[in-house]
């Protein structure tokens, strides 16, 4: 027999601290999917009444009102009034307001009372209100708005009891608002959301001096720019340098389970595909994990203490400048690791183009999987010349490349701006919360979903992508005493034999064109499929890298590696990308234009490089 | 006066919006946060070095940031017509 499991669902306006509230109710029993035919993350955990029973709970994303101006808003609309496909309507309203932002957030839970549907408000943050020295009055706020008003303090976990008792009660009484609030316009349910708000003020003093003082620092018109730069550098150096031992671990790890299978399942066609083409493919993208994980851990701090929207406010006018907001920043740095956290990042753009252009730009920011060929290339053919005091020629080159995919970024934004994602100059009205103090826990949370998202990814489409590349490297079989190589006679040599007359003209040999094809996978995987060709037997990466330098340096002029260089800044070799950016979209549209154009600027990057690099002789 | 001119910390209310000039999508997520007519504001804080922009307000106990070309469709009432009581 099922248990009938009541659906309560959590509402309020951004910032009410609706998640956190989310959190304790229902702890790390919480399940993310999403809303059929939408990229709107649907949240739902186990909640417990004081008698034992479960019921479901999902937290809707955060609005202004029932009009809705982002796809998010829509459905926290679709879902209150019981129009959301595959979700039924909730039994019951838990509405979330900021106490120290009652009057604004009151006018939102107008709307919803309005519904008609047993509800129980939740006063939340009451503490940081008291901290602003704002004193409330719960009941008469309970008498105005005819529904039970619970003060809480969601991360402290005050009040959740009392919560859980009042939406019991307002749930068994099927007890609906008593109080007739039924106002249409926005404008009247403002002016009695002030007056509610008022009435409900026992005394306060001057509004949010903590966070006044801190943006008075953090939003300097020069203090700021400095300081999020200095933070942006300690992220960087944290995500490229903290990450390294655990990456080195994951490595080891799956070098480990490689030899483990190998000595364990009898050689053979099964052998083959999971050593060679599983555990080495799925490796290659896990051990970007500790890199993702460092790199969440600073995003959702940035978000939890409200600097984010600090982050966002500075880079605005920079961002501007190209067609976007500040809403964008964030996912750009976030792809600066890997494109795949940055791309499901932009959900958080309320402007349908701005968000398009984001996730079409994504792919230029320099992503770590791209470190591995540039590092090979450049010690193979960059002297270690130095060009001054700690500068030095290779840190050059690889700085100029940053800056060449930033560069692009920046003028493929101006110019989508202007073509496929035209559209008036959106704004960035964006509300900046209050400075809180982070909840290990909540963050705690936050990563371990990121994670569990990321290794769900490259456990599925990843983990396919693997297997189909290996099968095409790996059949048909080069028969006995053949001349050519493995590689050569697969069927993926058989497509490089295709593709070498589209490459030649920018320098790229067969070999190189044969290395491109499983960099499909992940763009680092060029650097092993480069050894492979060049029949290179290391025992690890490093001495390959080393070995594959030499002989690197031997076989390509230095116009063809510049060429490989300037290639790999557009070239949008990850299918996982593509995968994300189809999944983002909504369809095989944006991915396939993603495709192309990024394929055709990697070619004439390359091309022009090449060309110029042969004219002058180099 | 228009909104991008008031002086930072100088507490003004709204006169007139000139929503024509302001994307569908935009003027609903301004009434959204409740800058409206009749709303009193205060410049916080101007953006970076550069441009000065956006600008951060405060409505009631909000912060809000808004680009200059959107605040210029604001028009305010001299900031010292505007009663002091207004909160």
């Known amino acids: 027999m099922t248990v009938h499991q009541p659906l309560i669902a959590l509402v309020g306006n951004p910032n009410a601290g609706k998640s956190a509230l989310f959190n304790a109710l229902t702890g790390a029993r919480q399940k993310i999917a999403n809303y059929p035919g939408v990229t709107v993350e649907r949240k739902s955990g186990r909640f417990t009444f004081a008698d034992g029973r479960p019921g479901e709970l999902i937290d809707l994303p955060g609005s202004y009102s029932l009009d809705p101006t982002s796809p998010d808003e829509a459905v926290t609309r679709d879902v209150v009034m019981g129009r959301q496909t595959g979700e039924r309507r909730p039994e019951a309203l838990i509405i979330v307001l900021d106490s120290a932002n009652l009057d604004q957030h009151l006018v939102f839970a107008l709307e919803l009372l309005a519904l008609g549907l047993p509800t129980v408000v939740a006063l939340n943050m009451v503490d940081l209100a008291e901290r602003d020295g704002l004193t409330l009055d719960a009941a008469r706020l309970a008498a105005d708005l005819g529904v039970p008003v619970i003060p809480t303090v969601a991360v402290r976990r005050r009040g959740l009891a009392e919560l859980a008792a009042a939406l019991d009660a307002v749930i068994l009484a099927k007890q609906a608002p008593h109080a007739p609030l039924g106002e249409p316009d926005m404008r009247a349910r403002r002016r009695r959301a002030e007056h509610i708000a008022n009435s409900a003020i026992v005394s306060q003093t001057d509004s949010r001096r903590w966070t006044d003082r801190a943006d008075g620092v953090l939003l300097h018109p020069f203090a700021g720019p400095i300081i999020l730069f200095a933070l942006l550098f300690i992220i960087f150096q944290a995500v490229f340098s903290w990450a390294t031992p655990f990456a080195d671990a994951l490595e080891a790890g799956a070098a480990a389970l490689g030899e483990l299978a190998t000595a364990t399942i009898p050689e053979g066609f099964f052998r083959s595909m999971v050593v060679d083409g599983v555990i080495a493919g799925v490796g290659s993208v896990v051990v970007f994990l500790p890199q993702i994980i460092i790199l969440f851990f600073f995003i959702l701090l940035m978000e939890a203490t409200g600097y984010m929207a600090r982050a966002a406010f500075i880079m605005d006018r920079m961002m501007a400048g190209v067609g976007l907001s500040g809403r964008s920043f964030i996912p750009l740095l976030s792809s600066f690791a890997c494109a795949i956290p940055g791309i499901m990042a932009t959900r958080s753009i309320s402007d349908e183009k701005d968000r398009l252009t984001t996730i079409l730009i994504a792919p230029l920011m320099t992503c770590s999987a791209r470190l591995p060929v540039y590092t090979v290339i450049i010690a193979a053919f960059i002297p270690s010349t130095a060009i001054g005091p700690g500068i030095g020629m290779q840190g050059l080159v690889l700085f100029g490349l940053y800056v060449f995919g930033i560069i692009g970024a920046m003028v493929v934004a101006l110019v989508l701006r202007s073509t496929v994602a035209k559209g008036g100059a959106s704004g960035f009205l964006m509300e900046m919360p209050k400075y809180q103090l982070p909840r290990l826990r909540d963050l705690a949370l936050g990563l371990w979903q990121r994670a569990a998202l990321f290794l769900r990814r490259a456990g599925t489409i990843i983990f396919a992508v693997t297997i189909g590349l290996w099968l095409l490297l790996t059949y048909p079989q080069v028969p006995e005493g053949s001349s050519m190589s493995q590689s050569e006679y697969s069927a993926a040599g058989r497509i490089a034999g295709l593709l070498e007359p589209v490459v030649a003209p920018i320098g790229f040999s067969r070999d190189i064109a044969l290395a491109l094809i499983p960099a499909m996978a992940a763009r680092e995987v060029a650097v092993s499929a480069l050894a492979t060709t060049y029949a290179i037997d290391a025992p690890d990466e490093e001495t390959a890298a080393l070995a594959l330098g030499e002989r690197l340096a031997g076989r390509w002029s230095l116009p063809t590696a510049l060429a490989f260089l300037a290639w790999f800044v557009f070239a949008p070799q990850c299918i996982s990308t593509i995968a994300v950016t189809r999944r983002e979209t909504n369809g095989w549209k944006w991915p396939i234009f993603m495709l192309a154009y990024l394929f055709g600027l990697a070619w004439v990057a390359a091309g022009i490089t090449f060309w110029t690099a042969t004219a002058l002789g180099l | ?87």
């Open chain 2, 1 to 87: 006066m228009l909104l991008d001119q008031l002086p930072t910390g100088q507490r003004a209310e709204i006169s007139a919006i000139d929503w024509s000039v302001l994307p569908a999508d935009e003027g609903k997520r301004l009434r959204a946060l409740g800058i409206d007519e009749g709303a009193s504001v205060t410049i916080r804080h101007r953006g970076i070095f550069f441009g000065r922009d956006p600008i951060a307000l405060s409505i009631g106990r909000m912060t809000v940031a808004i680009r200059r070309v959107h605040a210029r469709a604001i028009t305010l009432r001299a900031p010292d017509a505007a009663p002091e009581t207004i909160a």
